[in-house]
């Protein structure tokens, strides 16, 4: 078996979406993403607010107690799901 280093992280992730954007030359564009792309969604607004216009995270909030994910602990989510 041959292991490999684990490349497909948050930072990856969100590295692979800033430099999307910026090859199209989008300005400030709006990120809609479901599912785990919701929760980028939140981390890209939190994180990079200059680069996007607006971010619509499209996620099951009920579900985010149950998760174990960073992204999962932004003050939006944990307001809401716990408020």
């Known amino acids: 078996m041959v292991e490999t280093e684990y490349k497909l992280t948050k930072s990856f992730f969100m590295e692979f979406e800033l430099e999307l954007s910026r090859a199209l030359g989008l300005e400030r564009p709006a990120y809609i993403g479901t599912a785990m792309s919701g929760f980028m969604a939140l981390d890209l607004a939190m994180e990079h607010p ?26 939006i989510s944990v307001t809401i799901t716990k408020g």
């Open 50 to 75: 200059d680069q996007f216009g607006q971010s619509l995270p499209l996620i099951q909030l009920y579900a985010v107690d149950r998760v174990n994910l960073d992204t999962a602990y932004h003050p």
